[in-house]
C-alpha cells in the first residue's frame, strides 16, 4: 500500500471532506424533512444530534483512518483484530451499494441543469417532463454513464490532482450559488412567511418522538457520519494534521449548507405557492416520486413564476449537480481504495470501480422501483454501519482511544472524556432507538401486510435478507479479506 498520496493542505482537506458531506441530502432532503417535522422544533432537535451523534463518529473516523493508513476494510482489520474485518467490509459494500444508485441521482441532476440552461424546461409541466424522463429508454442510464464517468476520471486523477483540484473548485462555487438562491428568495414578496416557518418552533412539536427521531436521522444521513467516507479521506492526511478541529469544520460545514438551502427554498415556495393556488407546507412536504417531488417536480414549477426565473432554475440545479458530484467521487474513491489496498494500481481498480458502477447501477436508472428498494435497504443500512465505528472504538477502549489516536501530536483542540461517554453509550443506545423505530414503522405503516416479505420494496424483510446477505458472504470470506488486505 503507497502512503505517499496526502493532501496538499489543511485548506484542501476541508474542501473535499465538506465535498463529500454536502450533497443532495442538504439540498433535497433537509427542506423537506424539516417542513414535515415543525420547522422550528425540527432545527432544534436537528443541531442537538449534531453534538450527539455525527461529531463523534466523524471523530471516530478521522482517527482510525490516520492510524491505520487503510480503507474500511483494512482499517477494521488492523485496529481489532482480523475477525473484525468483516465490519469494515460490510461498511464499506454499504456506501458502494449507495454509489451505485446515488450515480443515478447525479445524472438526474446534471439533466435537468442542461435542460434548464437549454430551455428544455420552458413551458412543460414538470411531472410529465419528469415522467417522460425517467421512463425513456436511455437518457437515465446515458447521465448515468456521465456521472460514473465524470467521478472516475477525477479519482483516476489521484487525491492532489483529483479530489483536490475539483472541490477546490466546486465547494466554493456551490457555496456562492446557495448564496444567490437566498438572496434572491429573501428579496420575493411573502418571504417572510418560510423564514417565519422554518424557524419560529412549534414547542408543543418538540414532544413528537417523531421530530426528534427524524432529526437523528437527517444528521446521521447528511454529515455521512458512520459511512466510512471520512476514514477513507483520512488515509491520506498528513501525521500531523489535526483530527478534531477538521471534524468540527466538517459537521458545522454541512450544517450550514443545509441552513442556506432551507433560507433558499422555505421562502420561495411560500412567497411563490400560493400564486399558483397551492398550499405551501403542502409543497414543501411533498415526496413524490423516490422522494423527488419538491427537488425536480415543484421547483422547477414554482421558479417559472419569478422574475430571472429560468436563470435561478439554472442555479439551484448547478448547484444541485456540484453537492451531487462532490459526493460521489468520495464514494468512488471509498471502494477504489479498499481494492488498492487488497494490492491493485490505482489506474486498474478504478476502471473495475467504474465499470461495476455503471453496470450495476443501471437497474436503478431504468427502474424506480428497483432504486426506492435500494434507497431503503442501504440508507437504513447507514445507521447499522454508524453503530459498527461505535464499535470499533468500544472494542479497542474509548479512552485508550481517545488518548492515542484522537489527541495526538499537531492537535490544536484535544477532546475531553464526553467523548468516551457518547461513544460508550449514546451512540449504541441512539442506535437501538433509531433502528428499532424503522423497524416498527415498516411493519405497522410503510408496509402492514408484507412486512416480513424480502420481495417487497418497503419491508423489514427485504432489509433483514439483503443485509443478511451481505454479512454472511463477508463473515465467510473474513479470513480472506484480511490475508488479501494486510498480509500481502
Not at 150 to 173: D, M, S, T
Request: overall charge positive; aromatic content about 18%; hydrophobic content about 55%.
Amino acid at each position: 500500500m503507497s502512503h505517499k498520496e496526502v493532501f496538499s493542505s489543511r485548506w484542501a482537506l476541508l474542501l473535499a471532506t465538506l465535498g463529500m458531506a454536502i450533497g443532495t441530502g442538504n439540498i433535497w432532503r433537509f427542506p423537506r424533512i424539516a417542513a414535515k417535522n415543525g420547522g422550528g422544533a425540527f432545527i432544534i432537535a436537528w443541531l442537538f444530534f449534531l453534538f450527539l451523534w455525527s461529531l463523534p463518529l466523524l471523530i471516530s473516523e478521522f482517527a482510525i483512518g490516520k492510524k491505520t493508513r487503510y480503507g474500511t476494510v483494512g482499517a477494521f482489520g488492523k485496529l481489532l483484530g482480523e475477525k473484525f474485518t468483516w465490519m469494515g467490509s460490510f461498511v464499506g459494500f454499504c456506501s458502494t451499494a449507495i454509489m451505485f444508485y446515488y450515480s443515478v441521482v447525479t445524472g438526474w441532476c446534471f439533466k435537468y441543469f442542461i435542460a434548464s440552461v437549454s430551455g428544455g424546461l420552458a413551458g412543460v409541466e414538470s411531472m410529465a417532463y419528469w415522467t417522460q424522463f425517467t421512463t425513456s429508454l436511455y437518457q437515465p442510464i446515458l447521465f448515468h454513464l456521465l456521472a460514473i464517468a465524470i467521478g472516475a476520471f477525477v479519482i483516476y486523477q489521484g487525491v492532489v490532482q483529483g479530489i483536490e483540484r475539483v472541490n477546490k473548485i466546486i465547494i466554493p462555487a456551490l457555496l456562492i450559488l446557495l448564496v444567490l438562491a437566498v438572496i434572491r428568495a429573501l428579496t420575493l414578496p411573502g418571504a417572510l412567511n418560510g423564514l417565519n416557518f422554518l424557524f419560529q418552533p412549534n414547542w408543543s412539536a418538540l414532544a413528537n418522538y417523531q421530530v426528534w427521531l427524524e432529526a437523528l436521522s437527517q444528521s446521521a444521513w447528511s454529515t455521512g457520519a458512520g459511512w466510512g467516507l471520512i476514514l477513507t479521506y483520512a488515509v491520506y492526511l498528513k501525521d500531523k494534521e489535526d483530527i478534531v478541529v477538521n471534524s468540527f469544520v466538517t459537521v458545522f460545514g454541512d450544517y450550514s449548507a443545509s441552513l442556506l438551502a432551507g433560507l433558499a427554498i422555505f421562502p420561495s415556495v411560500f412567497a411563490l405557492a400560493p400564486a399558483l393556488g397551492l398550499v405551501p407546507e403542502e409543497v414543501m412536504q411533498y415526496t413524490g416520486p423516490a422522494s423527488t417531488g419538491l427537488t425536480f417536480i415543484w421547483i422547477p414549477q414554482l421558479f417559472k413564476g419569478m422574475a430571472l426565473g429560468s436563470v435561478f432554475t439554472a442555479i439551484f440545479f448547478l448547484a444541485l449537480s456540484f453537492a451531487a458530484f462532490s459526493s460521489l467521487i468520495a464514494m468512488i474513491e471509498l471502494v477504489t481504495r479498499i481494492f488498492m489496498d487488497a494490492g491493485m494500481q490505482r489506474k486498474t481498480a478504478i476502471l473495475l470501480v467504474a465499470t461495476s458502477g455503471f453496470l450495476l447501477g443501471i437497474p436503478s436508472a431504468i427502474n424506480m422501483t428497483f432504486f426506492e428498494n435500494q434507497d431503503w435497504v442501504w440508507g437504513v443500512g447507514l445507521m447499522l454501519s454508524g453503530f459498527f465505528v461505535a464499535f470499533a472504538v468500544i472494542r479497542f477502549g474509548p479512552t485508550k482511544f481517545r488518548n492515542e489516536l484522537i489527541n495526538t501530536e499537531g492537535n490544536d483542540l484535544n477532546v475531553g472524556t464526553w467523548f468516551d461517554y457518547l461513544i460508550k453509550y449514546v451512540i449504541p443506545i441512539e442506535f437501538l432507538v433509531l433502528i428499532g423505530w424503522w423497524f416498527y414503522q415498516s411493519v405497522t405503516a410503510f408496509d402492514r401486510g408484507g412486512w416480513w416479505n424480502p420481495f417487497h420494496t418497503f419491508s423489514l424483510g427485504t432489509c433483514v435478507f439483503q443485509w443478511g446477505l451481505v454479512i454472511a458472504a463477508f463473515l465467510v470470506f473474513n479470513r480472506t479479506l484480511y490475508k488479501k488486505t494486510l498480509m500481502k
